[in-house]
């Protein structure tokens, strides 16, 4: 009967223990999270620059223009351009050009654009591009347009895109139209 006692004592006092709470009081799951964020390794923060960063001119009245940028990922994982702000249009969308049955088409890429670790991502005219709709103003050469890049995974990206003449067709400027940062 006394070892049946001390039974039930010990695991009464283990079912105790096993109950507490792990944290220590007052410690929150953010200061956790924090301290599982600082053991990541600095190779695997996500960081995207972008350069050559162009447009064109456009006409009074054009319903879109087009942006171009060469994006490129510097981080240790994939990442992923998710969407694009500008106060100079109504919206911008991330576009394709595709040959389909020997026509050339374009379509707006709605998962965004898969940015591979270390890698560089051109956007270009006939290619993959920023479609600008619904200019607020006509693009000037010499008057540049700004944008906010925004991905998956790394921090917002301010971004001048330096506008050239109608008919210009890659950049020019080697590497002077870069990110604002």
Same mark, same amino acid.
């Given at each position: 009967m006394k070892a049946r006692f001390l039974l039930l =004592?010990? =695991?009464s006092a283990l079912g105790l223990v096993a109950c507490q709470r792990t944290q220590e009081p007052g410690a929150s799951a @953010?200061? &956790?999270e924090k301290a599982s964020a600082a053991a990541v390794p600095a190779s695997a923060l996500a960081l995207v620059v972008a350069t050559d960063a162009w447009s064109r @001119? &456009? /006409? /009074?009245?054009a319903p879109v223009a087009g942006g171009y940028v060469s994006l490129q990922n510097q981080s240790s994982l994939p990442d992923r351009l998710i969407a #694009?702000? +500008? +106060?100079a249009s109504a919206q #911008?969308?991330? %576009?394709e050009m595709n040959m389909d049955d020997g026509v050339m088409k374009m !379509? !707006? =890429?709605d998962e965004g654009l898969a940015l591979p670790p270390g890698k560089k991502v051109v956007l270009g005219p006939g290619s993959i591009h920023l479609m600008f709709i619904a200019p607020h103003a006509p693009f000037e050469v010499g008057k540049p347009v700004t944008a906010t890049l925004i991905f998956? %995974?790394? /921090? !917002?990206l301010d971004v001048r895109f330096e506008v050239r003449s109608m008919g @210009?067709?890659?950049p020019d400027d080697h590497g002077h139209g870069d990110h604002m940062r």
């Open positions: =004592l010990v =695991l @953010a200061s &956790t @001119a &456009t /006409p /009074p009245g #694009v702000e +500008s +106060s #911008v969308e991330i %576009h !379509r !707006r =890429l998956e %995974h790394a /921090p !917002r @210009a067709s890659e």
